[in-house]
């Protein structure tokens, strides 16, 4: 089985996984809303958040710089939703591809290789 965004394979040259970001109430605490009460308030559920960590792989240094840059033109200002499917068929409806972080360095070798993580957040309008 194979991942996607939009139906396209992004991160399919290498090694990746997903997981699921913290989820749950977002709580303030009353003293940062200027109260001394010993209580949190509750303001809704926190966004859904996709973390997809890997490493791209491809034969030559042009070809690594393609798979990023097919990675880095999903990132739109605003962010369009679309659906993720991680390795194991499981789909995300109505996600938005919110950050790309690349490692410090290309690895050289047999093959090229990036490490990096992308996150996917399900943005409540």
Do not use: C
């Amino acid at each position: 089985m194979s991942s996607s965004f939009k139906g396209k394979n992004l991160f399919g040259s290498g090694p990746h996984r997903f997981w699921r970001g913290r989820q749950g109430q977002m709580l303030i605490p009353d003293v940062e809303l200027g109260s001394y009460t010993p209580k949190s308030n509750p303001f809704g559920l926190v966004e859904l958040e996709v973390i997809v960590r890997g490493r791209l792989l491809a034969g030559g240094e042009s070809a690594l710089w393609e798979l990023r840059d097919d990675i880095a033109d999903e990132l739109l200002d605003p962010p369009t939703a679309g659906t993720l499917i991680d390795l194991t068929g499981r789909s995300y409806a109505d996600m938005s591809f919110v950050r790309f972080d690349e490692a410090q360095r290309t690895d050289r070798g047999r093959v090229y290789s990036l490490a990096y993580t992308a996150r996917f957040r399900r943005l409540i309008p």
